[in-house]
C-alpha cells in the first residue's frame, strides 16, 4: 500500500487512543513488507525491501522517528541500480515505544535498546549483516557492532547520538518535557500535526523541519502519532559515550556526520572547526573506520545532502564486497 495523500476525512480527528494514531495497519510503501517478530520480550515492527538473497543491512532509525522515516535510505539500499551492483535485503525496524513495535513502560536504557536490535536478528535469523543507524539509532548500532561482533559485517553510523557525553544539561529536566511534548502530539489530529511540517512557525521548530523533504512530511506527521510518552525514558537514561565505545568496535566503520560549518549542534561552545577536529579525534579511535564530514549535511545526513551521503555508502559497501 503506497503512501497516500493526506485525507482530513480519516485522519483529521484527534487520535482516540493515543499510542495508536494511525489507524488499522500501517501504511507500508511502495515495494515494502510489513510484519511483527517477537525479540527481547515485546512485539517489534519491522518493514523490508530489496532482494532477500543478497546482504542484509539493518537499519535503526533515529529518536521520534520511526522507521518509514528511512524511506529515501532504505529504497537506495534495495534498489540494485542505486548504490551498488546489486541491491541488498534492507530490514528497517521500529524501536521499542515508536512506529508500531510495543511500548512498555520500561526497557529504554542503552542495553536494552541494543538487545532488540540483537532479538530482530535473532527472530530473523541473520548474520553477518551490515548495520546502518542514525542519530538514537546509530548510537544502538555502534553499541551491537561493539558488543557482537561475531554477527557484524560492517556499520555504517549516521550523525550519532552520544559523540559528547555526558552532556552538560538536565537529562531529567529534558526528559520531563518531551514526555509533555509527546502528549501534546498525541492529542493533536493528523491533518494539525501536518500543518505545522508546512508551516512550522517558530525559529527551533522552522529549523528542524528544514531537514524534511515535503515528500517526507505525511511520513515525519504519521510518526508524530506513533510515538508513546515512554520514549522519554530514552532521554533520561542517556547514551554510551562513543569515546568509549569506539575503540571497541572490531569490525569496518563510517561515520557520516554534519558539517558544522552550516549546522552547528545546539549545547556546542566550540567553532565549527573545533568541533571538526573533536569529532575526527573520537573517529581516530575506531580500529577500523573513517569519517566524514559530508559538505552541507545536517542531522539527517541523507536527507540534507543525499547525494554526497550515499556516494560514501556506495563506496563503503563496495569495499565490504570486495573483502
Not at 47 to 63: K, L, N, Q, S
Not at 68 to 85: E, G, H, I, Q, T
Request: proline share 8%; charged share 30%; with cysteine.
Amino acid at each position: 500500500m503506497s503512501e497516500p495523500s493526506p485525507d482530513a476525512s480519516a485522519d483529521g480527528d484527534p487520535t482516540p487512543d493515543p499510542f495508536r494514531g494511525e489507524p488499522g495497519g500501517p501504511v507500508v510503501p511502495d515495494g515494502w513488507t510489513h510484519e511483527v517478530v517477537r525479540a527481547n520480550g515485546i512485539e517489534v515492527s519491522y518493514y523490508r525491501a530489496g532482494d532477500r538473497d543478497e546482504p542484509t543491512v539493518v537499519v535503526a532509525h533515529g529518536f521520534l522517528e520511526d522507521a518509514r522515516c528511512k524511506r529515501r535510505l532504505v529504497n537506495a539500499l534495495a534498489d540494485p541500480d542505486s548504490l551498488a551492483d546489486c541491491g541488498f535485503d534492507v530490514v528497517a525496524y521500529d524501536a521499542r515505544g515508536h512506529g508500531h513495535t510495543d511500548a512498555p513502560e520500561d526497557g529504554y536504557a542503552p542495553a536494552d535498546r541494543v538487545a532488540d536490535l540483537v532479538g530482530v536478528l535473532d527472530a530473523l535469523d541473520l548474520e553477518d549483516v551490515v548495520l546502518y543507524g542514525h542519530s538514537m539509532g546509530g548510537s544502538t548500532v555502534a553499541k551491537a557492532a561493539a558488543d557482537h561482533p561475531e554477527r557484524v559485517r560492517g556499520v555504517v553510523v549516521e550523525d550519532p547520538a552520544g559523540t559528547r557525553w555526558p552532556p552538560d544539561f538536565d537529562l531529567d529536566e529534558v526528559a520531563d518535557g518531551l514526555a509533555e511534548d509527546v502528549r501534546e502530539d498525541l492529542a493533536t489530529s493528523f491533518t494539525e500535526l501536518l500543518a505545522t511540517y508546512e508551516d512550522p512557525g517558530d525559529d527551533d521548530l522552522a529549523a528542524a523541519v528544514d531537514e524534511i523533504p515535503p515528500d517526507l512530511y505525511a511520513t515525519f506527521a504519521r510518526s508524530d502519532q506513533r510515538q508513546s510518552e515512554h520514549v522519554a525514558e530514552i532521554t533520561r537514561a542517556g547514551y554510551p559515550a562513543l569515546a568509549d565505545v569506539f575503540p571497541e568496535i572490531d569490525v569496518p566503520a563510517l561515520v557520516l556526520r554534519r558539517d558544522h560549518a552550516t549546522t552547528l549542534e545546539a549545547h556546542r561552545d566550540g567553532s565549527p572547526i573545533e568541533e571538526r577536529v573533536a569529532d575526527l579525534d573520537l573517529a581516530a579511535a575506531l580500529p577500523e573506520g573513517r569519517l566524514v564530514h559530508v559538505p552541507g549535511a545536517g542531522h539527517h545526513v541523507v536527507l540534507t545532502a543525499e547525494a554526497a551521503a550515499l556516494a560514501e555508502v556506495r563506496a563503503f559497501l563496495a569495499r565490504l564486497d570486495d573483502e
